[in-house]
């Protein structure tokens, strides 16, 4: 299913609304790439509340999608990952690393919204 | 012996129908909760494995007995290529492809009992449990 995209201010959300095929991710790192140079979006969340499995094709592709938008100039986080899937995912051996997640959508926009903390120092 | 739910896997999209049809006949065997993300986690790297190698194959699904014990036995299998070193593709982080070589040491952490058979040219044929606590 087809994952929608909305504008919020200078953010992205994409809200995943039911299980998602190889296809589906695909197409939502395809859209967000497109989208985040279309409107200029410095930060994007996405939402994988409704997800029950998050296994290691799904992480590889949340991965990749946070590293393209982040060449692109924008900051991701995920947010929603249920206990029991973060659970499974610790078992698989899966890790976000490098890659921002929150508890839900407030705790992501509030992420997105410290961008001093996250500037790249400059050299000393 | 009870029924079993065959699910055929001819594309990546049939992943998705292998972990539903397995978490619904987990919950209609008694497990719940964390469980059945395990197991339907377990189902979609095996199912995976097959798209990804051999493109055709199925999963079966059905319930498990030993003794007193009971759980669901899920076994997917293709005709596809086979495995040359079974203990290689084991191995955490070994891919012969793009993915990140998780699958099916991923599966068998998620499980009680794995069990893998390949043989190259013939296929390969994954068989794992999980017991109710």
Avoid at chain 1, 55 to 82: N, P, W
Wanted: charged residues 20%; glycine residues 10%.
């Amino acid at each position: 299913m087809h994952v929608p995209v909305l504008k919020q201010g200078g953010y992205l959300i994409a809200s995943v609304q039911s299980v998602l095929s190889d296809a589906d991710l695909l197409q939502l790192r395809d859209d967000l790439a497109d989208r985040v140079g279309q409107f200029r979006s410095r930060g994007v969340i996405i939402d994988v509340t409704v997800l029950d499995v998050i296994d290691s094709f799904a992480t590889r592709t949340l991965r990749a999608i946070a590293h393209m938008l982040k060449l692109r100039g924008a900051e991701t986080v995920i947010v929603g990952i249920q206990p029991d899937v973060a659970f499974a995912m610790v078992q698989l051996g899966l890790t976000l690393e490098g890659i921002g997640t929150a508890l839900d959508l407030e705790e992501g926009l509030t992420y997105l919204d410290r961008p001093a903390k996250r500037k790249i120092p400059h050299g000393k | 012996m009870e029924s079993e739910t065959r699910v055929p896997i001819n594309s990546a999209t049939d992943i998705v129908m292998a972990r539903q049809k397995g978490r619904a006949l987990a919950t209609a065997l008694g497990f719940s909760g964390a469980d059945l993300t395990l197991i339907a986690t377990a189902i979609s790297e095996v199912a995976r494995n097959i798209v990804d190698h051999a493109k055709l194959g199925e999963i079966i699904l059905c319930a498990a007995h030993q003794g007193s014990r009971h759980g669901i036995s899920i076994t997917a299998q293709d005709e596809g290529p086979g495995i040359k070193d079974v203990f290689q593709a084991m191995q955490y982080g070994y891919s012969t492809r793009k993915g990140l070589g998780v699958g099916l040491p991923g599966a068998k952490w998620l499980m009680d009992e794995f069990c893998i058979y390949s043989k190259v040219g013939k296929g390969t044929t994954v068989t794992m449990k999980k017991w109710l606590q």
